[in-house]
C-alpha cells in the first residue's frame, strides 16, 4: 500500500496564509484524488476540499487543494487565516484497488 | 435534508463482536457509496471500508480485512459496521460517511459512535 505523510503541525498569524502538505509515498500522488478534512475538537470531522481542488458548498474560497506531480504532493492553502481555522487536518486518498488511507493529520494552531 | 443517524455508544468486553449500524436519510441510498472511519482516542483518522449499496460492491482496509464486515440494507437504507474478537485497541469514535464515487471524497459524516473495548 502507500502512505501519506503530512507535517504534525503548522501555526501562524490571523490574515496570513498557510500551506499545509501532504507526500505520497508509494505511488503517484496523481493516481487517485486527494481529499482534505477539517476536525475541530471533540467534533466530527467536515470535508474543506474533495477530488484535489473541489470545494464543498458552504467551505469559503479561503481554503484552496493542488497536486504537485514533481514533488509528489498534495497542499491544502488556507488564506485569510480565521482563529475559528484552528483545527487538525487530515489528507486522504485511495490505492489503485480502492483501499482509502488517511494521512496522520496536521494541527493547526492559528495565534 | 440529508442526515446519518448512527447507533449509540457501547461497552464490549474483549473477545466479543459489535455491530454499528448507520441510517441515511433524504438522498438516495443507493447511488452514494458509504465508508467507516474510526479514530482512537488521541489518535488520527483510520479508513476502514466503503460500500456501494445498490450491489454490496465493498473495499476493506489490509489491515484490517477478517476483522471487519460491512454490510447494507438497501431496504431501510442502513449500512452497518461489524467487528469480530474486538480488543482494547479497537476503542475508538466510529464514523460513516457518504461519498459520491469510490474515490470521491466524502459529501457527509455521521456523528460519529464511541465504542469502548475494556474487561
Known amino acids: 500500500n502507500f502512505m501519506l505523510t503530512q507535517p504534525h503541525s503548522v501555526s501562524e498569524s490571523p490574515g496570513k496564509t498557510v500551506t499545509i502538505s501532504c507526500t505520497r509515498s508509494?505511488?503517484?500522488?496523481?493516481?487517485?484524488?486527494v481529499q482534505w478534512y477539517q476536525q475541530r475538537p471533540g467534533s466530527a470531522p467536515t470535508t474543506v476540499i474533495f477530488?484535489?481542488?473541489?470545494?464543498p458548498s458552504g467551505v469559503p474560497d479561503r481554503f484552496s487543494g493542488s497536486i504537485d506531480s514533481s514533488s509528489n504532493s498534495a497542499s491544502l492553502t488556507i488564506s485569510g487565516l480565521k482563529t475559528e481555522d484552528e483545527a487538525d487536518y487530515y489528507c486522504q486518498s485511495y490505492s489503485r484497488v480502492s483501499q482509502g488511507v488517511f494521512g496522520g493529520g496536521t494541527k493547526l494552531t492559528v495565534l | 435534508e440529508v442526515q446519518l443517524e448512527q447507533s449509540g455508544a457501547e461497552v464490549k468486553k474483549p473477545g466479543e463482536s459489535l455491530t454499528i449500524s448507520c441510517k441515511g436519510s433524504g438522498y438516495d441510498f443507493t447511488t452514494y457509496w458509504i465508508g467507516w472511519v474510526r479514530q482512537k482516542p488521541g489518535r488520527g483518522l483510520e479508513w476502514l471500508g466503503i460500500?456501494?449499496?445498490?450491489?454490496?460492491?465493498?473495499r476493506y482496509s489490509p489491515s484490517l480485512q477478517g476483522h471487519v464486515t460491512i454490510t447494507a440494507d438497501k431496504s431501510i437504507t442502513t449500512a452497518y459496521l461489524q467487528l469480530s474478537g474486538l480488543q482494547a485497541s479497537d476503542t475508538a469514535i466510529y464514523y460513516c460517511?457518504?461519498?459520491?464515487?469510490?474515490?470521491?471524497?466524502?459529501?457527509?459524516w455521521g456523528p460519529g459512535a464511541l465504542v469502548t473495548v475494556s474487561s
Open positions: 460500500i456501494y449499496p445498490a450491489d454490496s460492491d465493498t
Open positions: 477530488e484535489d481542488n473541489q470545494r
Open positions: 508509494g505511488g503517484s500522488i496523481a493516481t487517485n484524488y
Open positions: 460517511a457518504t461519498h459520491q464515487g469510490i474515490y470521491s471524497g466524502v459529501v457527509y
